[in-house]
């Protein structure tokens, strides 16, 4: 067996993401201890069950000592308190890494309370589901998806290619790109669609033409994959987007834009105009599919949520 990228891995936080990392790490041999942390005893005894990790903590300094990797999986508005946490129990040499979606933010909330010697390497997976907690994660959740790599100015090359060869060894793919840069990527692939999905679903919540019950039954594919998204984690999309603010505000204005001009096309007939914006955006659902970021399926290509376990 090939030697682990790391010998230990603390992993601070066990929720959808932080449960696969811990679930490809033991599969794959890519780290020799894991330590799980989280806030409460039962997601805690959650963990312990289902054999995530080789010792458990609430609290995160214990998972981060010794660490030669650890990687922060919780909501983006926790990133300084944990950071404070973690810093004194951090050893010379070890990598700080996280998750978020979000980046800008994190680099200024965690780099001012790591001590000398010790590197953040942000990165973020870019996949998911939208089921939560430790029951949620699984091992093939990085296959073939994008994990972007942001360091910021002046980090140590060796720790970013340590970092990268984690990502790797869980199937990703890697782009490295600047912090700055990718929230602005985000803000469009990901933030306002989100946006939008949680004010559509909200919007059909406070119909009062269209019953509740007619929403359900009628909810064909577009309605049904907005509820898909607007299920995703509340705490964690709150802070995306208080988190990333300037970047949502710009790419939410150009789509301001952009409706209001659709808007228009249909009030004025303008058929022509609509069909050619169909077809472009047709050929950018095709695009995805050919990269093998997506199945042509109405489910979005997602696997089942997993069973929960105990009965």
Known sequence: MAEPEVERLGLIGIG?????????????????????????????????TLELGDSYSTDPAEAARDSDLVIICVPVGAYEGVAKAIGPALKPGAIVSDVGSVKGSVVQQVVPHLPEGVDFVPAHPVAGTEHSGPEAGFAELFDNRWCIVTPPNGTEAEAIARTI??????????????????????AITSHVPHL?????????AHLEQVTESEVMKFSAGGFRDFTRIAASDPTMWRDVFLHNREAVLEM??????????????????????LYELFTRTRAIRRGIIEAGQEIDAPDFGRRPPPPKSGG
């Open 16 to 48: 959808l993401i932080g449960s696969s990392i811990a679930r490809v790490a033991r599969a794959r041999g890519l780290a020799r201890h894991i330590a799980v942390q989280t806030r409460t005893p039962d997601t805690l005894a959650r963990a312990e």
């Open 252 to 273: 939410l204005g150009r789509f301001t834009e952009d409706l209001t001009a659709l808007q228009r096309q249909i009030r004025y007939g303008e058929g022509d105009r």
């Open 196 to 204: 939008i999905a949680y004010n559509i679903v909200g919007t059909a």
């Open 165 to 186: 060869g984690f990502w790797r060894g869980c199937g990703s793919e890697v782009e490295v790109m600047t912090p700055e840069h990718h929230d602005l990527v985000l």
